[in-house]
């Protein structure tokens, strides 16, 4: 990772466990980050620069660096790909269904409504911000 300005711009490296990162078929990696996970920055020229950074920032300097857009996660997501995840695992082990896919079901029901409810919380929050903005849109229009 380049680091610093331009005229005094220096590369180092930082370490991110395995637990973050997954190799995909294609031989790229998808490294997982967390806001407030904590990771160790090496400056291999400059030992006494070296500190810990946080998962935002990280995420800023590889975005940066690589022109790639992080892609945010919310609990939703997460939780859906954990039912699927489960879903699946049901599905392999030929365990009770009549039970476990009642369960399931009501789990991704939940979510379900959870994801609407935020989605209209955006929705409504995006229409707020829209009127907001156009009232001074056409004031410097005016001019």
Not at 29 to 43: P, T
Not at 54 to 70: I, M
Not at 91 to 102: H, P, Q, R, V
Request: aromatic share 10%; charged share 30%.
């Amino acid at each position: 990772m380049d680091i610093g300005l331009e005229r005094e711009q220096r590369e180092s490296a930082i370490k991110i466990p395995a637990r973050c990162v997954d190799k995909l078929e294609n031989g790229d990696y998808q490294i997982f980050l967390k806001k407030q996970d904590r990771f160790y920055f090496v400056d291999s020229k400059n030992p006494e620069n070296n500190k810990i950074m946080l998962g935002k920032t990280v995420a800023k300097n590889l975005q940066n660096q690589s022109g790639s857009v992080p892609l945010y996660s919310n609990n939703s997501k997460i939780k859906l790909k954990q039912l699927f995840n489960e879903f699946d695992f049901l599905i392999s082990k030929g365990l009770d269904f009549d039970t476990s896919f009642e369960a399931i079901g009501k789990e991704l029901e939940q979510t379900y409504y959870q994801t609407e409810s935020i989605l209209e919380n955006l929705d409504r929050k995006f229409l707020s911000m829209s009127k907001k903005i156009k009232p001074m849109h056409d004031q410097t229009q005016e001019y």
